[in-house]
């Protein structure tokens, strides 16, 4: 942006950076796009002249109006770009924590929601995880946006109609819709402990190449989604039925025995991570229904991976 590192504005984008990428990046579903949109929001502020600048009296809100703004633009274009894309698109997985700093507690939900039922909250981790980023695709752009920021962020109505170019009570159905789409998609809560166990499971039946137990796991209607983006060999369509999920999976394991299969943390919880000499190469993420894996979603696409070990922030956009 050509300023320098002493610069307030180099010091207002070092402090908030991470909380407007973390924003962006539930909005878009990558780390790159987000990142445009963060970047883009800063120019606009360097370009403000020092009387515009001082008439701003939060600076952190003004950015977040912004940022927020330029993610709904992106959204709506991103569908057009989608229609082209190569496969599934399936948005980033990040490892745990990594945008999860915002709050001391990240078990409880930011905002309170309009009901007391424990499926209607949403916390801090799992609003990045992919679980709800697969929802999230499938909402109008600003009903996305207002979700993020009220439910999430904690942004009041009255700002997000400003965001959205809708009335506060327009803003707050947006909201209320984006809740309901995200609660269909929610059968009941998963006990921890449960779940890990499930994930496990899976982990050893794949890594043992042990097809009946891991057809046991999976759920009668299970799907595996893959996306490559055309840089790595993924089915082009979804995968459906506990057979032929796990015989694609099984299959893709045995095509790479120097690959390893380890557990990681994601806003899925217990995920897992394939790895070639210390570099990531995808990373496995599973919806867990009581006993059995529902969803299960393979990123492979390296413009996908910049958070994981033997990836960059340079890695090339897509």
Not at 10 to 24: K, S, T
């Amino acid at each position: 942006m050509g300023v320098e590192p002493g610069d307030a504005v180099a010091e207002l984008f070092n402090y908030e950076r991470r909380r407007l990428v973390g924003l962006a990046y539930r909005m878009l579903g990558t780390v790159s796009e987000a990142e445009d949109a963060v970047q883009e929001s800063f120019v606009r502020w360097y370009r403000l002249d020092d009387a515009e600048r001082a008439g701003i009296a939060n600076p952190a809100g003004w950015l977040t109006r912004v940022t927020s703004r330029i993610c709904l633009d992106m959204l709506g274009t991103a569908r057009v770009r989608r229609e082209t894309y190569v496969g599934q698109w399936l948005p980033e997985p990040v490892p745990a924590n990594v945008f999860a700093a915002t709050t001391t507690d990240n078990s409880r939900p930011l905002v309170p929601s309009e009901s007391d039922d424990p499926l209607d909250r949403v916390t801090l981790d799992e609003s990045v995880s992919t679980a709800l980023l697969v929802v999230l695709e499938a909402m109008t752009p600003a009903e996305r946006v207002a979700f993020i920021l009220h439910d999430v962020f904690a942004v009041p109505f009255e700002e997000i109609a400003g965001i959205v170019g809708r009335s506060p009570a327009a803003a707050r159905q947006l909201a209320s819709s984006a809740r309901r789409r995200v609660r269909s998609q929610r059968a009941h809560a998963v006990d921890e402990a449960e779940h890990a166990r499930v994930v496990q499971a899976f982990g050893e039946a794949c890594r043992e190449g042990d097809i009946s137990t891991l057809m046991s796991l999976l759920d009668p209607a299970a799907t595996l989604r893959s996306d490559g983006g055309g840089f790595a060999r993924a089915a082009l369509n979804p995968i459906n039925g506990v057979s032929k999920v796990a015989r694609f999976l099984l299959g893709v394991l045995a095509k790479q025995p120097t690959v390893s299969l380890e557990p990681q943390t994601t806003g899925d919880g217990p995920a897992f991570a394939l790895v070639r000499d210390g570099r990531v190469t995808g990373v496995i993420n599973l919806l867990v229904d009581g006993d059995r894996v529902t969803r299960v979603w393979i990123q492979w696409n390296p413009a996908k991976l910049s958070l994981w070990p033997g990836h960059g922030p340079q890695t090339s956009h897509h």
